[in-house]
Protein backbone atom coordinates (compact mmCIF):
# COMPACT_ATOMS: atom_id res chain seq x y z
CA UNK A 1 0.00 0.00 0.00
CA UNK A 2 1.19 3.23 -1.07
CA UNK A 3 -0.02 6.01 1.76
CA UNK A 4 0.44 9.66 -0.03
CA UNK A 5 0.22 12.27 3.04
CA UNK A 6 0.30 15.63 2.43
CA UNK A 7 3.06 15.20 5.25
CA UNK A 8 4.84 12.99 6.77
CA UNK A 9 6.09 13.56 10.66
CA UNK A 10 9.69 12.28 10.85
CA UNK A 11 11.21 12.20 14.58
CA UNK A 12 8.60 15.38 15.42
CA UNK A 13 9.28 17.32 12.10
CA UNK A 14 6.88 17.70 9.83
CA UNK A 15 7.72 17.03 6.25
CA UNK A 16 6.60 17.73 3.03
CA UNK A 17 6.30 16.09 -0.17
CA UNK A 18 7.11 12.22 0.80
CA UNK A 19 5.54 9.14 0.22
CA UNK A 20 5.57 5.98 2.47
CA UNK A 21 4.81 2.35 0.94
CA UNK A 22 3.67 -0.10 3.95
CA UNK A 23 2.89 -3.75 3.66
CA UNK A 24 1.46 -5.96 6.26
CA UNK A 25 1.73 -3.04 8.54
CA UNK A 26 6.04 -2.83 8.26
CA UNK A 27 7.15 0.76 6.32
CA UNK A 28 8.68 -0.43 3.80
CA UNK A 29 10.22 2.51 1.78
CA UNK A 30 9.80 6.31 1.94
CA UNK A 31 10.58 8.57 -1.01
CA UNK A 32 9.56 11.65 -3.05
CA UNK A 33 6.08 11.60 -3.75
CA UNK A 34 5.12 10.33 -7.49
CA UNK A 35 1.30 11.29 -7.38
CA UNK A 36 -1.38 13.63 -5.99
CA UNK A 37 -0.96 13.56 -2.32
CA UNK A 38 -3.92 12.69 -0.09
CA UNK A 39 -5.18 15.98 2.43
CA UNK A 40 -3.83 14.44 5.81
CA UNK A 41 -0.74 14.32 8.02
CA UNK A 42 1.04 10.46 9.10
CA UNK A 43 2.75 10.58 12.12
CA UNK A 44 3.60 7.59 14.49
CA UNK A 45 0.66 7.20 16.61
CA UNK A 46 1.00 8.53 20.62
CA UNK A 47 2.75 6.59 23.05
CA UNK A 48 0.98 7.70 26.45
CA UNK A 49 4.06 7.49 28.83
CA UNK A 50 2.33 7.46 31.68
CA UNK A 51 -0.89 7.09 32.87
CA UNK A 52 -4.15 5.99 35.13
CA UNK A 53 -7.01 5.06 33.40
CA UNK A 54 -8.99 4.15 36.82
CA UNK A 55 -9.30 8.00 37.80
CA UNK A 56 -10.98 8.81 34.57
CA UNK A 57 -14.36 9.28 36.64
CA UNK A 58 -12.52 11.74 38.65
CA UNK A 59 -12.64 14.04 35.75
CA UNK A 60 -13.28 17.80 37.52
CA UNK A 61 -14.29 16.50 40.96
CA UNK A 62 -11.23 17.49 42.88
CA UNK A 63 -10.81 21.05 44.02
CA UNK A 64 -8.08 20.56 46.17
CA UNK A 65 -5.27 23.08 44.47
CA UNK A 66 -2.36 21.25 45.64
CA UNK A 67 -0.60 18.07 46.07
CA UNK A 68 -1.06 16.66 49.41
CA UNK A 69 -5.12 17.51 49.96
CA UNK A 70 -5.20 16.26 46.38
CA UNK A 71 -3.88 12.61 46.75
CA UNK A 72 -5.90 12.54 50.15
CA UNK A 73 -9.09 13.24 48.25
CA UNK A 74 -8.22 10.32 45.80
CA UNK A 75 -7.93 8.02 48.33
CA UNK A 76 -11.04 8.88 50.13
CA UNK A 77 -12.82 8.76 46.87
CA UNK A 78 -11.44 5.49 45.59
CA UNK A 79 -13.19 3.82 49.10
CA UNK A 80 -16.57 4.37 47.35
CA UNK A 81 -16.05 3.44 44.06
CA UNK A 82 -17.47 0.24 42.88
CA UNK A 83 -15.82 -2.34 40.88
CA UNK A 84 -18.14 -1.80 38.01
CA UNK A 85 -17.59 1.92 38.16
CA UNK A 86 -13.75 1.44 37.90
CA UNK A 87 -13.94 -0.87 35.37
CA UNK A 88 -16.32 1.49 33.37
CA UNK A 89 -13.93 4.56 33.60
CA UNK A 90 -11.02 2.18 32.70
CA UNK A 91 -12.98 1.19 29.37
CA UNK A 92 -13.66 4.95 28.70
CA UNK A 93 -10.48 6.32 29.19
CA UNK A 94 -8.85 3.64 27.21
CA UNK A 95 -11.16 4.54 24.22
CA UNK A 96 -10.79 8.00 24.55
CA UNK A 97 -6.71 7.54 24.16
CA UNK A 98 -7.58 5.99 21.15
CA UNK A 99 -9.64 8.92 19.62
CA UNK A 100 -6.68 11.09 20.62
CA UNK A 101 -4.43 9.20 18.38
CA UNK A 102 -2.59 6.94 21.41
CA UNK A 103 -1.66 3.40 20.35
CA UNK A 104 0.13 2.19 23.52
CA UNK A 105 -0.10 3.06 26.87
CA UNK A 106 2.00 2.84 30.11
CA UNK A 107 -0.33 2.07 32.78
CA UNK A 108 -0.05 2.27 36.23
CA UNK A 109 -2.83 0.31 38.21
CA UNK A 110 -3.70 -0.22 41.43
CA UNK A 111 -6.97 -1.68 40.92
CA UNK A 112 -8.55 -4.51 38.40
CA UNK A 113 -9.61 -3.12 35.23
CA UNK A 114 -6.95 -1.69 32.87
CA UNK A 115 -5.15 -4.21 31.40
CA UNK A 116 -9.03 -5.48 29.90
CA UNK A 117 -10.15 -1.67 28.79
CA UNK A 118 -6.66 -1.68 27.17
CA UNK A 119 -6.75 -4.57 25.34
CA UNK A 120 -10.77 -4.16 24.25
CA UNK A 121 -10.36 -0.77 22.79
CA UNK A 122 -7.38 -2.09 20.83
CA UNK A 123 -4.21 -0.49 22.82
CA UNK A 124 -0.88 -2.21 23.95
CA UNK A 125 0.71 -1.26 26.48
CA UNK A 126 2.79 -2.31 29.72
CA UNK A 127 0.46 -2.18 32.65
CA UNK A 128 2.38 -1.98 36.41
CA UNK A 129 0.78 -3.46 38.89
CA UNK A 130 1.20 -0.92 42.07
CA UNK A 131 2.38 -2.46 44.81
CA UNK A 132 1.13 0.44 47.88
CA UNK A 133 2.64 -1.11 51.33
CA UNK A 134 1.80 2.89 53.43
CA UNK A 135 -0.71 3.37 55.58
CA UNK A 136 -2.59 -0.18 54.47
CA UNK A 137 -4.58 -2.08 56.88
CA UNK A 138 -2.94 -5.10 55.29
CA UNK A 139 0.54 -5.96 55.81
CA UNK A 140 3.26 -5.75 52.89
CA UNK A 141 3.11 -9.81 52.41
CA UNK A 142 -1.00 -9.54 51.80
CA UNK A 143 -0.60 -6.45 49.55
CA UNK A 144 2.29 -7.73 47.65
CA UNK A 145 0.05 -11.76 46.88
CA UNK A 146 -2.79 -9.31 46.12
CA UNK A 147 -0.78 -7.16 43.83
CA UNK A 148 0.64 -10.18 42.16
CA UNK A 149 -2.78 -11.99 41.66
CA UNK A 150 -3.48 -8.91 39.85
CA UNK A 151 -0.63 -8.64 37.74
CA UNK A 152 -0.92 -12.31 36.81
CA UNK A 153 -4.64 -11.30 35.55
CA UNK A 154 -3.43 -8.41 33.22
CA UNK A 155 -0.38 -10.14 31.73
CA UNK A 156 -3.18 -12.38 30.69
CA UNK A 157 -4.14 -9.48 28.59
CA UNK A 158 -1.55 -7.05 27.70
CA UNK A 159 1.99 -8.52 26.43
CA UNK A 160 4.19 -6.81 29.72
CA UNK A 161 2.83 -6.30 33.10
CA UNK A 162 4.86 -6.08 36.10
CA UNK A 163 4.42 -5.42 39.54
CA UNK A 164 5.99 -2.37 40.68
CA UNK A 165 6.69 -0.18 43.47
CA UNK A 166 4.48 2.92 43.84
CA UNK A 167 6.59 5.64 44.81
CA UNK A 168 9.68 5.05 47.20
CA UNK A 169 7.60 6.98 50.15
CA UNK A 170 4.89 4.86 49.60
CA UNK A 171 5.88 1.47 49.95
CA UNK A 172 8.41 -0.02 52.92
CA UNK A 173 12.37 -0.32 52.20
CA UNK A 174 12.37 -4.44 52.20
CA UNK A 175 9.00 -4.47 49.89
CA UNK A 176 10.96 -1.82 47.55
CA UNK A 177 14.36 -3.64 47.43
CA UNK A 178 12.15 -6.82 46.72
CA UNK A 179 10.25 -5.48 43.60
CA UNK A 180 13.67 -3.40 42.49
CA UNK A 181 15.43 -6.43 42.46
CA UNK A 182 13.27 -8.79 39.82
CA UNK A 183 14.97 -6.92 37.20
CA UNK A 184 12.27 -6.29 35.84
CA UNK A 185 10.87 -2.69 34.19
CA UNK A 186 9.85 -0.64 36.64
CA UNK A 187 7.93 2.73 36.83
CA UNK A 188 7.92 4.51 40.07
CA UNK A 189 6.80 8.32 41.13
CA UNK A 190 9.97 10.24 41.89
CA UNK A 191 10.58 13.78 42.61
CA UNK A 192 6.71 15.07 41.89
CA UNK A 193 6.30 17.29 44.85
CA UNK A 194 9.01 19.39 46.93
CA UNK A 195 7.83 17.70 49.78
CA UNK A 196 9.60 14.59 48.94
CA UNK A 197 13.22 15.68 48.75
CA UNK A 198 12.19 17.56 52.11
CA UNK A 199 11.30 14.17 53.51
CA UNK A 200 13.81 12.15 51.94
CA UNK A 201 16.83 14.88 52.97
CA UNK A 202 15.50 16.77 56.07
CA UNK A 203 12.94 14.47 58.03
CA UNK A 204 10.39 17.42 57.17
CA UNK A 205 7.19 18.78 55.50
CA UNK A 206 3.96 16.62 55.34
CA UNK A 207 5.54 13.15 54.37
CA UNK A 208 7.66 13.11 57.69
CA UNK A 209 4.55 14.29 59.30
CA UNK A 210 2.39 11.67 58.34
CA UNK A 211 5.36 8.95 59.18
CA UNK A 212 5.98 10.39 62.36
CA UNK A 213 2.18 10.64 63.43
CA UNK A 214 1.78 6.78 62.19
CA UNK A 215 4.98 5.33 63.74
CA UNK A 216 6.19 4.66 59.93
CA UNK A 217 10.02 3.41 60.16
CA UNK A 218 12.08 5.78 57.77
CA UNK A 219 13.29 3.08 55.43
CA UNK A 220 16.25 5.85 54.33
CA UNK A 221 17.78 9.76 55.26
CA UNK A 222 19.69 11.22 52.57
CA UNK A 223 19.63 11.61 48.63
CA UNK A 224 16.47 10.25 47.24
CA UNK A 225 18.34 8.99 43.92
CA UNK A 226 20.75 7.55 46.29
CA UNK A 227 18.17 5.36 48.15
CA UNK A 228 16.73 4.52 44.70
CA UNK A 229 20.11 3.12 43.55
CA UNK A 230 20.88 1.21 46.97
CA UNK A 231 17.65 -0.36 46.05
CA UNK A 232 19.04 -1.04 42.41
CA UNK A 233 15.88 0.64 40.97
CA UNK A 234 18.50 3.07 39.13
CA UNK A 235 19.32 1.16 35.89
CA UNK A 236 18.01 0.81 32.62
CA UNK A 237 14.39 -0.15 32.23
CA UNK A 238 13.47 1.93 34.82
CA UNK A 239 10.98 4.74 34.49
CA UNK A 240 10.54 7.95 36.89
CA UNK A 241 7.48 9.54 36.99
CA UNK A 242 7.32 13.25 37.00
CA UNK A 243 10.65 13.87 38.30
CA UNK A 244 9.76 17.89 38.63
CA UNK A 245 11.87 18.24 41.66
CA UNK A 246 14.97 17.14 40.00
CA UNK A 247 18.40 19.07 40.54
CA UNK A 248 21.61 19.22 38.33
CA UNK A 249 22.85 16.52 40.38
CA UNK A 250 20.32 14.30 39.86
CA UNK A 251 19.50 14.92 35.95
CA UNK A 252 23.23 13.88 36.06
CA UNK A 253 22.53 10.93 37.91
CA UNK A 254 19.73 9.75 36.13
CA UNK A 255 21.76 10.26 32.49
CA UNK A 256 24.71 8.26 33.56
CA UNK A 257 21.98 5.15 34.95
CA UNK A 258 20.04 5.29 31.89
CA UNK A 259 16.87 5.50 33.06
CA UNK A 260 13.73 7.14 31.37
CA UNK A 261 11.40 9.66 32.45
CA UNK A 262 7.56 10.30 31.96
CA UNK A 263 6.61 14.28 31.77
CA UNK A 264 2.94 14.60 32.67
CA UNK A 265 3.25 18.86 32.65
CA UNK A 266 -0.86 19.12 32.98
CA UNK A 267 -0.54 17.24 35.98
CA UNK A 268 2.45 19.07 37.60
CA UNK A 269 0.81 22.61 36.76
CA UNK A 270 -2.75 21.40 38.31
CA UNK A 271 -0.79 20.04 41.37
CA UNK A 272 1.14 22.97 42.06
CA UNK A 273 4.51 20.70 41.33
CA UNK A 274 7.91 22.26 40.13
CA UNK A 275 8.10 22.79 36.43
CA UNK A 276 10.15 19.98 35.62
CA UNK A 277 13.67 20.14 33.78
CA UNK A 278 12.84 18.87 30.61
CA UNK A 279 15.83 20.63 28.65
CA UNK A 280 17.89 19.78 31.12
CA UNK A 281 16.98 16.14 30.50
CA UNK A 282 17.16 16.34 26.79
CA UNK A 283 20.47 18.05 26.92
CA UNK A 284 21.84 15.43 29.56
CA UNK A 285 20.52 12.38 27.50
CA UNK A 286 17.85 11.09 28.80
CA UNK A 287 14.56 9.95 27.14
CA UNK A 288 11.16 11.48 27.93
CA UNK A 289 8.19 10.55 27.23
CA UNK A 290 4.91 12.12 27.62
CA UNK A 291 1.98 11.18 29.86
CA UNK A 292 -1.89 11.80 30.54
CA UNK A 293 -2.00 10.74 33.66
CA UNK A 294 -4.85 10.85 35.19
CA UNK A 295 -7.99 12.55 34.24
CA UNK A 296 -8.10 13.72 37.99
CA UNK A 297 -5.28 15.68 37.66
CA UNK A 298 -4.35 16.07 34.32
CA UNK A 299 -7.67 16.82 32.36
CA UNK A 300 -9.59 15.29 29.54
CA UNK A 301 -7.73 12.83 27.98
CA UNK A 302 -5.91 14.65 24.92
CA UNK A 303 -2.14 14.38 23.90
CA UNK A 304 -2.35 17.68 21.86
CA UNK A 305 -3.15 19.59 24.92
CA UNK A 306 -0.88 17.83 27.00
CA UNK A 307 1.93 18.50 24.36
CA UNK A 308 0.95 22.12 24.10
CA UNK A 309 1.17 22.64 27.71
CA UNK A 310 4.77 20.65 27.95
CA UNK A 311 6.24 23.35 25.01
CA UNK A 312 4.07 26.12 27.52
CA UNK A 313 5.91 25.20 30.73
CA UNK A 314 9.13 24.92 28.87
CA UNK A 315 8.67 28.54 27.64
CA UNK A 316 7.22 29.96 31.01
CA UNK A 317 10.69 27.99 32.89
CA UNK A 318 12.65 30.18 30.02
CA UNK A 319 14.33 26.70 28.66
CA UNK A 320 12.13 26.09 25.69
CA UNK A 321 11.33 22.98 23.95
CA UNK A 322 10.69 22.64 20.31
CA UNK A 323 7.67 21.77 18.86
CA UNK A 324 9.26 18.51 16.69
CA UNK A 325 11.23 17.62 20.50
CA UNK A 326 7.70 17.86 22.14
CA UNK A 327 5.99 15.83 19.26
CA UNK A 328 9.19 13.27 19.23
CA UNK A 329 8.60 13.06 23.21
CA UNK A 330 4.66 12.29 22.61
CA UNK A 331 6.13 9.38 19.79
CA UNK A 332 9.11 8.12 19.14
CA UNK A 333 11.47 9.39 21.93
CA UNK A 334 8.67 8.36 24.32
CA UNK A 335 8.67 4.44 22.93
CA UNK A 336 12.24 4.58 23.30
CA UNK A 337 11.51 5.58 26.84
CA UNK A 338 9.45 2.65 27.17
CA UNK A 339 11.90 0.30 25.66
CA UNK A 340 10.28 0.08 22.27
CA UNK A 341 13.06 0.78 19.75
CA UNK A 342 11.32 1.32 16.45
CA UNK A 343 8.35 4.06 17.04
CA UNK A 344 9.05 5.80 13.96
CA UNK A 345 8.38 5.80 10.37
CA UNK A 346 11.28 4.28 8.46
CA UNK A 347 12.01 1.49 6.59
CA UNK A 348 11.84 -1.59 8.32
CA UNK A 349 9.38 -0.24 11.47
CA UNK A 350 6.22 -1.55 11.94
CA UNK A 351 4.70 1.38 13.97
CA UNK A 352 1.33 1.97 14.35
CA UNK A 353 0.48 5.02 12.49
CA UNK A 354 -2.31 7.79 12.89
CA UNK A 355 -3.49 9.96 10.19
CA UNK A 356 -4.44 13.89 10.78
CA UNK A 357 -6.41 16.28 9.70
CA UNK A 358 -3.81 18.64 9.64
CA UNK A 359 -3.03 19.46 6.22
CA UNK A 360 -2.04 22.61 5.02
CA UNK A 361 0.29 23.16 8.00
CA UNK A 362 3.94 24.09 7.35
CA UNK A 363 5.44 22.79 10.42
CA UNK A 364 5.03 21.27 14.00
CA UNK A 365 4.43 24.59 15.56
CA UNK A 366 1.52 24.59 13.38
CA UNK A 367 -0.05 21.29 13.83
CA UNK A 368 0.73 21.80 17.70
CA UNK A 369 -1.47 25.49 17.01
CA UNK A 370 -4.68 23.67 15.43
CA UNK A 371 -4.83 20.02 16.63
CA UNK A 372 -6.97 18.03 18.83
CA UNK A 373 -8.62 14.75 19.55
CA UNK A 374 -10.88 16.11 16.55
CA UNK A 375 -8.05 15.65 14.03
CA UNK A 376 -7.82 12.01 13.93
CA UNK A 377 -9.03 10.53 11.25
CA UNK A 378 -7.75 7.19 11.56
CA UNK A 379 -5.18 5.10 13.05
CA UNK A 380 -3.46 1.85 12.33
CA UNK A 381 -4.11 -1.01 15.33
CA UNK A 382 -0.97 -1.87 17.20
CA UNK A 383 -1.83 -4.61 19.37
ZN1 LIG B 1 0.88 8.78 38.24
Given at each position: ????????????????????E????????????????????????????????????????????????W??????????????????????????????G????????????????????????I??????????A??????????????????????Q??????????????????????G??L????A??V????????????????????????P??????D????????????????????D????????????????C??????????R???????????????????????????????????????????????????W?M??????????????????????????????????????????????????????
Amino acid sequence: MILRPYGVVLRGRLELGLEVEVVDGVVVSIGPQTGMPDPYVLSPAFVNAHSHLEYRGMLGLIDEPEYVGWIRAITRMKTSQTVEEVVADCILAAEENVACGVAFVAEHSDRPGAAAAINAAGLDGIVFQEVITFMEADGPAERLARSEERRAAAAELVDQAYLNPHAPHTVDGATFGQLAGYGKPLSIHVAETVHERTFWEDDAGPLAEVYRANSIPRPYRGRLLDYLAAQGALRPGVQLVHFCDADPADIAQAAAAGVGVAHCPRSNERLQCPRAPVREMLDAGILVGLGLDSAASSGPVDMFAEMRAALEVSFRRSQPLTAEEVWDMATTMGARSLGLADWEIKPGSKVPLVALDLAGCLTTDDMLDRGGPESVLWQTASG
